[in-house]
Each structure stands twice: as structure tokens, then as C-alpha cells.
């Protein structure tokens, strides 16, 4: 249940699935519907694009980008 005026947390990492398109780093969470991608600074990605994205484990993903900005504080949340 959520009360009006309180957003849900931020999902924990474990929750969140890597990608690559285009060669950029993509971040998304299938269940939330909603995914982000790394051009220089993350902003949404159309979930749609994410099919055309190729899947990483987490592991080639770090290796892969090892120094990403943080995510934003508004992503994967419930819009207030």
C-alpha cells in the first residue's frame, strides 16, 4: 500500500539488469517497465529500445564501463 505523499524507494541494485546499445551503457528493471541509458550523463531510455539492446551479466557490465556517474536520484521511481 502506499500513502499518498510517500514515493517507494529506490530499487536495490540487485534488482537492476545491464544492456549495451549502440555502445552505450543501458540500465532498466523489466518489472518497473523503465530504463536508462549512459550518453555522458544517464537519461530515460524508451523501454521499446531496450529490445534492440544486447543483455550483460553484471559482472561484464562493471568491466565493461567501470566508471559510470550514479544513476539519478528520480529513477526507477513511482512519479510523484
Do not use: S
Amino acid at each position: 500500500m502506499l500513502v499518498r505523499g510517500l514515493r517507494r524507494p529506490t530499487l536495490p541494485p540487485a534488482e537492476l539488469r545491464c544492456a549495451i546499445l549502440d555502445d552505450l551503457p543501458v540500465r532498466y528493471h523489466r518489472q518497473r517497465k523503465e530504463a536508462w541509458v549512459c550518453d555522458g550523463a544517464w537519461r530515460p531510455l524508451a523501454y521499446a529500445e531496450l529490445f534492440q539492446a544486447r543483455l550483460m551479466t553484471n559482472r561484464d557490465f562493471d568491466k565493461l564501463f567501470p566508471r559510470l556517474p550514479a544513476l539519478p536520484k528520480n529513477a526507477f521511481r513511482d512519479p510523484e
